[in-house]
């Protein structure tokens, strides 16, 4: 009789179906996670962005809060100026990061004496599935259910939940 040689069929097969299973089993686990990340970068971005308008709005009153993102990052910042004040780094300023794009809205008034902040995912359910805002008092806010159009009071302020 000869001496077998390597595994057989059925073997391999059973070491497939266990690696199968364990990737069933931790890919959800992964997917939750990155999105997990992806909104705790979204709300640091956010709290960026309110410190970078109170920085900005105090370097340059007669201009009040920035009108966008770009405006408080800037590409030229030798020296910083009220249209590249270089407050914010340049991933952020173009508007998205972590899966999340951002966008400053709703400026008013000469100087400028308002703004609304507001994140949401790129990819609804994949990169995010909160939505955040916040205003010129500062306070994070979370929408859990859909996009916002409008930051105000109805949006009720981030919990450490």
Known sequence: MRKQKGFSLIELLIVVAIILII??????????????????????????????????????????????????????????????????????????????????SGTSGTPVNTYQMIGAPLTPNQTGVRYFCSFADAVVRVNPTGAIATCDYTQGPLNAN
């Open 23 to 104: 990737a069933a089993i931790a890919i959800p686990n992964l997917l939750r996670a990155r999105i997990a990340a992806n909104e705790s970068s979204a709300v640091a971005s956010v709290r960026t962005v309110n410190t970078a308008q109170i920085t900005y709005n105090s370097s340059y009153s007669t201009v009040g809060y920035a009108s966008s993102l770009g405006a408080l990052a800037g590409t030229s910042c030798t020296p910083p100026s009220s249209n590249s004040a270089c407050l914010i780094d340049t991933q952020l300023g173009g508007g998205s990061k972590s899966g999340y794009s951002f966008g400053i």
